[in-house]
Antibody, heavy 122, light 112 residues
Framework: EVQLVESGGGLVQPGGSLRVSCAASGFPFSTYAMSWVRRAPAKGLEWVSG????????YYADSVKGRFTISRDNSQNILYLQMNSLRAEDTAVYYCAKYVGSGTPRWRFEYWGQGIPVTVSS | NFMLTQPHSVSESPGKTVTISCTRS????????VHWYQQRPGSSPTNVIY?????PSGVPDRFSGSIDSSSNSASLTISGLKTEDEADYYCLSYDSSNPNWVFGGGTKLSVL
């Protein structure tokens, strides 16, 4: 059974940093690309970042480029999102999601974690 | 870059059929696959349609998807509506120019 469990969320002041993690199990982690998707309060889903199975390619939404860094530890089956220079508009529930599909244009999110809240406020 | 536009909300009675549209702002809707997600209150999203008209295992055949190139839009149709279908629905497509993945703004479906 595929499981994705996020951790590390919480309250942080504007301009601060936070790292959220996603522990994966039930599938060959290093074989699959992974992603972070968020949902801000009273708003819709927003794709944040993605990373290939080996970690060699990383993708970012314009809204977080230069501030967020995605990474993965394939020896521990953990996905990370390092968030720096946080803003109020980064307040959201952050979901870890497993990609599926042959070839990048076919990638979609197959499994999702339960989500972890991140609040940016003074 | 393109945007995907969905109606903010739709409502229909149990047993009826509802269609949710997803219109691409620029470029052809057929140029990249469109997927659909359901998010019930308090739950994580789940995939209900992939690659425009394919159903993942376990999704009932009441859910169907299509593409209309004339209106440059994709549609999700849910027939035989049940109260459990009440949720937010999102379309998703890939933007090869960046690259990134673009969600529509979401549609709140009320079944009442």
């Amino acid at each position: 059974e595929v499981q994705l469990v996020e951790s590390g969320g919480g309250l942080v002041q504007p301009g601060g940093s936070l790292r959220v993690s996603c522990a994966a199990s039930g599938f060959p982690f290093s074989t699959y690309a992974m992603s972070w998707v968020r949902r801000a309060p009273a708003k819709g889903l927003e794709w944040v970042s993605g990373i290939t199975g080996g970690g060699g390619s990383k993708y970012y939404a314009d809204s977080v480029k230069g501030r967020f860094t995605i990474s993965r530890d394939n020896s521990q089956n953990i996905l990370y999102l390092q968030m720096n220079s946080l803003r109020a508009e980064d307040t959201a529930v952050y979901y870890c999601a497993k990609y599926v599909g042959s070839g990048t244009p076919r990638w979609r999110f197959e499994y999702w974690g339960q989500g972890i809240p991140v609040t940016v406020s003074s | 870059n393109f945007m995907l536009t969905q109606p903010h909300s739709v409502s229909e009675s149990p047993g009826k059929t509802v269609t949710i549209s997803c219109t691409r702002s620029s470029g052809s809707i057929a140029s990249n696959y469109v997927h659909w997600y359901q998010q019930r209150p308090g739950s994580s999203p789940t995939n209900v349609i992939y690659e425009a008209n394919q159903r993942p295992s376990g999704v009932p055949d009441r859910f169907s998807g299509s593409i209309d190139s004339s209106s440059n839009s994709a549609s999700l149709t849910i027939s035989g509506l049940k109260t459990e279908d009440e949720a937010d629905y999102y379309c998703l497509s890939y933007d090869s120019s960046n690259p990134n993945w673009v969600f529509g703004g979401g549609t709140k479906l009320s079944v009442l």
